[in-house]
Every structure is written in C-alpha cells, then in structure tokens.
C-alpha cells in the first residue's frame, strides 16, 4: 500500500483483478478510521470529510469507467459484478443504478432494469425517466412509457431524446 516516491501517499490496490467491493471496502474502514494520510493525498486545504467525498467519488468514477470497459469487451456479467459491487457501497450513486438497469435490460431482464431505473429518479430525473420510459417501451406498457418520455422533456426541455421517443410511441 505505500509507494517509493510520496511517503505520505497511501495507495489502496486490487489485490484481485476487477474486485472493487474489496478495495472500497479498505477505503472505507481507513476513511471511518479517519486516517489522515488518505485524506491528506486528497487535498491540501480542505477538510478532511470534504477530502474523503472527494476521494469516494472518485473511486466510484474509476469503477464506472472499468465497467464501460468491461462492456465493451463484451464482458456484461462482470460489468454487472462491478456495478453491483459500487451500488452496495453506495446505494444513489444514479449513474451505477442507471448502467445497472441498462445492462439488465440488454440481457432481457425488463423487470429488473425497472427497479434499478426507478431508483435514479431522485439523482437525475430527466435521464431516468427517459430510461424507465425503454423499459416500460420494451414491456409493451407504451401509455406508461410515454407519460415517462413527456416527464422528462418537461424537465428538461432540451433533453431531445426524450422529445424523439415521444414521437417513436
């Protein structure tokens, strides 16, 4: 966990490859522990509880990216892994819940993308609603799916994909 080059940097590695759960799991008992040497790599004149959101956002972000990745390999049960793992340690992090939702829907699962998709609705209405909009498409529920489709364009009036899917239903 140390490095040869900063003596106050503390780095916190996966010990297996794409085990996230694990690494945020250290990252949390050492933040809970308010270890200063984690939140002192983070900022320099901040306090350390805004240091610490920093650094869990960032983890969270690092971990969205490698999911993408996985994604576009072609590796959707390890994405779906990967993701899960993020939405345990934080449960409104919206764009996990969203990615979630989308990769369930891919594999068929319209139910479940729902749920995952219902729960973005706090974080980032517009986008969520656009989704759960697919899915409900997708369910053959296209009163619903439209009433979700013209929600988010009043929300965000420049959200066109929300205009568009209200004239594909």
């Not at 983070?42 to 610490?52: G, L, N, Q, S, W």
Request: with cysteine.
């Amino acid at each position: 966990d140390d490095t040869l080059w900063y003596d106050h940097v503390r780095l916190f590695r996966q010990r297996t490859a794409g085990d996230w759960a694990e690494v945020i799991k250290r990252v949390r008992t050492a933040l809970a522990a308010g270890n200063t040497t984690v939140t002192h790599t983070i900022t320099h004149a901040r306090k350390p509880r805004a240091a610490a959101a920093d650094f869990k956002t960032a983890i969270f972000k690092t971990a969205i990216r490698d999911s993408l990745a996985m994604l576009q390999k072609g590796e959707t049960k390890a994405a779906r892994r990967q993701l899960e793992h993020v939405i345990e340690a934080m449960p409104k992090h919206a764009e996990a819940l969203q990615l979630l939702g989308g990769i369930l829907l891919l594999d068929g699962k319209p139910a479940e993308a729902a749920a995952f998709l219902e729960r973005t609705l706090a974080v980032s209405p517009a986008i969520a609603l656009g989704n759960l909009g697919l899915v409900l498409h997708r369910l053959k529920h296209d009163s619903k799916a439209l009433a979700q489709f013209e929600k988010a364009a009043a929300i965000a009036p420049d959200y066109a994909e929300a205009h568009s899917n209200c004239g594909v239903i």
